[in-house]
């Protein structure tokens, strides 16, 4: 090949590196994001075939879900930032009017009061919350010099601690620590200083007595007791964490092989298609399985956080960082409570445990975090 062969072809890629940039502009999509939720949405769908049985209608039930979730994605993703800044008070202010309206006429079930239904439709108010609540954060710290000073800390806690406290009255332990999570964040990437984290870690210990004395609900409080020892009641509240670590364990580095997992094929792993999945994975993958699922994790947060850098502006900045660190919460504490490590809560595994809304959710979250992406090539390609 000669040199002016070369550098006849140069231009051609260029123009189509520019031509993708402008499709992804278009769209307002990041494929290097999408590509990532697909991997992590097929991987999932394996293991919950096996998961729930072999389920073949399980499977279809969460691909029309994975298929809602991804026309939310895309919609959220069209929406400008600008326009989501606006509209943040007033979702604010639908999501907590939804979740008292839970508290008065909410529909139960097995012992929790958290959903309403609407002309037969039935839908959980929370999980709205999820995400109006960092949004209405990074939107009140959008307007404000950073770091916040302490007036402007307390009112963001107050939008964040009030609809997780009324979430956990359901009870909904598990929702109620993701929304906490999502507006901490957001408040931890606004600037908090250090001493605000030590006063809060101080008030979190001396609250700790009240806390389980007049807040917590007994099977609450059985939980965190089974955490402490599982063993000591071995074939009442310790049943799902000892059946999950001993999926874990037998699993090994490489696994039984899929469908072949004991724990979770003989029905001994209870939930194993919701809140305990990765046990399922882990016995049928091993430890090669479970650490290819995080690394997938671990690389859909770095993008993230790589779109919350590159964010032109505060308000794109923090809703970004705080969307992404809520998805690295739903992780560990999901790992956490699986493995022994924390108490079980109710978390699912996002994107790959059983279930419609949360899916509906996270994808929303997603597309939100596009539409900041493609915000930031709007604002370029202005100048």
Known sequence: MSNQDFLRRLPTTGQDL?????????LHLDFALIFLLLLVTVYGLIVLYSASGQSASSVQRQGIYFLVGYIAMFTAAQVPVHVLRRMAPWAYAVGAVLVLLVLWIGVGAKGAQRWLSIGG????????MKLAVPIAVAAYFGQRLLPPRFKHVVVALLLTVVPAVLIARQPDLGTALLVA???????FFAGLPWRYIAIAFGAVLLSIWPLWQFVLHDYQKRRVLTLLDPESDRLGAGWNIIQSKTAIGSGGTSGKGWLQGTQSQLDFLPEGHTDFIIAVLAEEFGLLGVLILLG??????ARG???ARKSQ???GRLLAGGLSMTFFVYVFVNVGMVSGLLPVVGVPLPLVS?????VVTLMTGFGILMAIATERRRVTRHI
């Open 121 to 128: 439709f039935r839908f959980q108010p929370s999980e709205f």
């Open 18 to 26: 520019r031509r993708r940039a402008r499709i992804q502009q278009r």
């Open 296 to 301: 997938l994790y671990a690389l859909i947060i």
């Open 354 to 358: 059983q279930g419609g809304t949360a």
């Open 181 to 187: 999570a999502a507006g901490l964040m957001v408040l």
């Open 313 to 315: 502006d505060s308000f």
């Open 305 to 307: 956080m790589a779109i």
